[in-house]
């Protein structure tokens, strides 16, 4: 079991940033292939951005690219999600999410490819 534990989370003004980080209990989590996705009530949880567990690519949802960046750091097991330039509509729960050595060729952005979750933590964007 990878236990998942988001922060970072909290109150930016439309246009600020926030840096949200997750860490994982996982000795192994360099080789899990980690994502963010987010939620509002009512919708989907949708995909954010991901990094995969073999070279580190990078893919992102088409509205955060350009602002948003994800990193890893593995001696810490922890990723992060660096949010800039946020939006009044990107108010959400943020979920970090780990599934381990998914296969290269398997694109990481379907949240049913993940089997690790973490709790969540809350971004509120004030206009």
């Known amino acids: 079991q990878v236990q998942l534990v988001e922060s970072g989370g909290g109150l930016v003004q439309a246009g600020g940033s926030l840096r949200l980080s997750c860490t994982a209990s996982a000795r192994t989590f360099s080789s899990y292939t980690k994502g963010w996705f987010r939620q509002t009530p009512g919708k989907d949880r949708e995909f954010v951005a991901a990094?995969?567990?073999?070279?580190?690519?990078?893919y992102y949802a088409d509205s955060v690219k350009g602002r948003f960046t994800i990193s890893r750091d593995n001696a810490k097991n922890t990723v992060y999600l660096q949010m800039n330039s946020l939006k009044p509509e990107e108010p959400a729960v943020y979920y970090c999410?780990?599934?381990?050595?998914?296969?290269?060729?398997?694109?990481?952005?379907?949240?049913?490819?993940?089997?690790?979750w973490g709790q969540g933590t809350q971004v509120t964007v004030s206009s």
């Open positions: 999410a780990a599934v381990w050595r998914i296969n290269p060729a398997t694109l990481p952005t379907d949240r049913a490819l993940y089997n690790y």
């Open positions: 990094i995969t567990w073999n070279g580190g690519n990078r």
